[in-house]
């Protein structure tokens, strides 16, 4: 059964930090591309950040809007998929999930809230 479960969300006030990890099982986690999107209360699904499973470490590519502040890694031993966020914004309220993709197939995860206020 492919599961993905993401956590770390929570509400943080801006300027601050929060690390979202996912883990994944039920499928070769190695072998496919993982991504963080995000969807804002009446926006579109946004990707923020991807890497991929090529490449030593993954090539690793973001949204114009994070770029220099977010950062997404991952273990392929532990099956993790992790996005450092730092100087968050308000504007990067949402709800962030994580994605794996490999050719036709597609899975993501329930989603973890994020809130940038003061």
């Known amino acids: 059964q492919v599961q993905l479960v993401e956590s770390g969300g929570g509400l943080v006030q801006p300027g601050g930090s929060l690390t979202l990890s996912c883990v994944a099982s039920?499928?070769?986690?190695?072998?496919?591309?993982m991504s963080w999107y995000r969807q804002a209360p009446g926006k579109e699904r946004e990707l923020v950040a991807i890497?991929?499973?090529?490449?030593?470490?993954?090539?690793?590519n973001y949204v114009d809007s994070v770029k220099g502040r977010f950062t997404i890694s991952r273990d392929n031993a532990k099956n993790m998929v992790y996005l450092q966020m730092n100087s968050l914004k308000p504007e990067d309220t949402a709800v962030y999930y994580c994605?794996?993709?490999?050719?036709?197939?597609?899975?993501w995860g329930q989603g973890t809230q994020v809130t940038v206020s003061s």
């Open positions: 994605d794996a993709r490999r050719l036709f197939m597609n899975y």
């Open positions: 039920g499928f070769a986690f190695s072998n496919y591309d």
């Open positions: 890497i991929t499973s090529v490449g030593v470490g993954g090539i690793r």
